[in-house]
């Protein structure tokens, strides 16, 4: 018998006056691994994600998270969440220390200090105060806070922002290795590589519906869909390219020749068979399918719903500390 999924949604709704943000939204997200929630500004991820964590209530629809309706949940339920947020209001006067064994206390079993800041890099900082970290710094201060529990589930909203490309690469290995030992990851980003590397499946949010869902390297038919054959030549030489099926056409870029195949072994032999018969060079070869990032902008093409509410929760409750039970002021994080 399979295990009960780490979260279920069935049929959720959530509306904002006469504005629906989110519109029968559908997610089983099993336990292990990263889930990605992807979709533009004013797709309906933020209100997802924050009705997912218990911190919005809903209009209608069954949501079960770890078992547990997330609207009643309390602090059973958030003793076994983590939550990176985009910003997260920390006292700067503490030390990275001082203020990981503040959260650890609100855990039953937390992780200990020491282990959580060698995961995210921050060893050489621990004794230092939080107003003097850089801004990747405090992400990866943000990604700890959100570890130190050691919960079941972990929600990372925007988990990289901020860091350098060596950073990121050493964020991507705590949270896979997270994934490995079994954690859960619901995971929001708007780097395309970011959730290619890191998630096992990804649904895409387009104004508050599920428009695709799947593994990233077929989502929306990826893996299904034509080669795309790049090279520039110089000159008038293009006139005299091979008989192809389907013909070569013009690219985007001066002097470029784009063919669309679904043969594409085929297709490098003959041009490169021309091309070394007249002692020609294929500038810029490349052949490519359509990218996560190409599929992600086909789907969520359309504009966003005229009359969408932007300020729509503005002065709401946030979240306070997880596992304390109270509700404090804190900078909304941005609408995507």
């Known amino acids: ?49 924050e009705i997912l964590e218990g911190y919005r209530s809903r209009s209608a629809g069954e949501v079960e998270v770890l078992g547990i309706d997330p609207a009643e949940g309390g602090t059973a339920l958030r003793s076994r969440i983590g939550i990176v947020l985009q910003e997260c209001a920390i006292d700067p006067y503490l030390t990275v220390r001082e203020v990981l064994a503040q959260r650890a206390a609100y855990y039953p079993a937390p992780r200990p200090v020491s282990e959580v800041v060698g995961l995210v890099g921050l060893d050489a900082e621990v004794r230092k105060r ?7 710094q405090q992400r990866r201060l943000d990604l700890a806070l959100a570890l130190v529990g050691d919960p079941e589930l972990i929600f990372l909203d925007e988990p990289t922002t901020g860091f350098d490309p060596g950073a990121r690469r050493a964020a991507w ?3 896979s290795s997270l994934g490995a030992l079994g954690k859960t990851i619901l995971l929001t980003t708007h780097y395309m590589d970011e959730a290619q590397h890191l998630a096992d499946s990804v649904a895409v949010l387009s104004a508050g519906r599920v428009v695709a869902l799947g593994p990233p390297g077929s989502l929306g ?17 293009g006139a005299q390219l091979p008989q192809l099926d389907p013909p070569a056409r013009r690219g985007d870029r001066e002097g470029e020749v784009l063919v669309m195949t679904t043969n594409p072994t085929a297709t490098l032999h003959a041009l490169t068979g021309w091309a070394l018969g007249r002692g020609v060079e294929l500038e810029g070869l490349e052949v490519t399918r359509p990218t996560l990032e190409d599929v992600y902008l086909e789907l969520t093409a359309d504009p966003d719903p005229v009359g969408a509410p932007r300020a729509a929760a503005a002065g709401a409750t946030s979240r306070g500390p997880a596992g304390s039970g109270r509700a404090v002021r804190i900078p909304r994080r941005p609408r995507r």
């Open 130 to 136: 939080v107003k003097v970290l850089s801004g990747g």
């Open 221 to 237: 038919g990826r893996d299904r869909a034509a080669h795309q054959v790049r090279f520039s030549l110089p000159g008038p030489l």
């Open 173 to 175: 290995e705590v949270i």
């Open 1 to 49: 018998m399979s295990p009960a999924p780490a979260i279920e949604v069935k049929g959720l709704r959530k509306s904002y006056g006469a504005f629906e943000a989110v519109r029968g939204v559908d997610l089983v997200v099993p336990v292990g691994g990263v889930f990605a929630l992807l979709g533009p500004n004013g797709a309906g991820k933020t209100t997802t994600v």
